[in-house]
């Protein structure tokens, strides 16, 4: 997975003069972005600063805008932010014959196939979606404390 995007960011002080220059996410990564305006999110945790929504099968912006379905479905979908903006998508993607695979998109557009999975629960999805990230944010060793914010 290409973590440099992510990580510029967590490793900036927050008044840097690199919080300047904004880093624009793709348009592939923010088409792929549940839609608002159609999907409800079943969750919002909370690790550190990092906000992280959780979707069932949403609608993605890029399929609501051109009006189409997308070629797999996304049971799961975690969107992880920081205050500012989103930053990472973590998902399982279903391809035409069910199987399920866990898969993350960056906001620069990189998407990683992280191999199959089975159904998870919710709690699993989210635990799982934020073992992924931590090593983004705190290194190899780095410790996972989620809080639930609303379900």
């Known amino acids: 997975m ?11 002080q927050p008044n ?7 880093a624009e996410a793709s348009n592939y ?17 909370r690790s550190g600063d990092m906000l992280l ?5 949403p609608r993605t912006i890029g399929s609501v ?4 379905e997308p070629p797999y479905k996304y049971p799961q979908v975690i969107v992880a932010s920081d205050d500012q903006r989103p930053l990472v998508i973590i998902r399982t993607e279903q391809n035409a014959s ?7 998109l960056d906001a620069n557009g990189h998407h990683a196939n992280l191999g199959e999975v089975t ?31 609303a379900d």
């Not at 929504?53 to 099968?57: A, D, M, P, R, S």
Request: hydrophobic fraction near 35%; charge should be positive.
């Open 119 to 149: 159904p998870m629960s919710r709690d699993d999805f989210v635990r799982r979606a934020g073992e992924l990230l931590s090593p983004m944010k705190y290194g190899e060793g780095g410790r996972v404390e989620l809080k639930t914010l």
């Open 65 to 68: 805008v051109a009006g189409i």
């Open 29 to 45: 990564f923010k088409s792929e972005l549940p839609h608002l305006g159609v999907n409800r999110n079943g969750g919002q945790f």
């Open 16 to 22: 840097a003069k690199a919080n300047e220059e904004k």
């Open 2 to 12: 290409t973590l440099g995007f992510i990580e510029k960011f967590f490793s900036q």
């Open 98 to 104: 069910g199987k399920l695979f866990l898969c993350s």
């Open 53 to 57: 929504l959780y979707y069932e099968n």
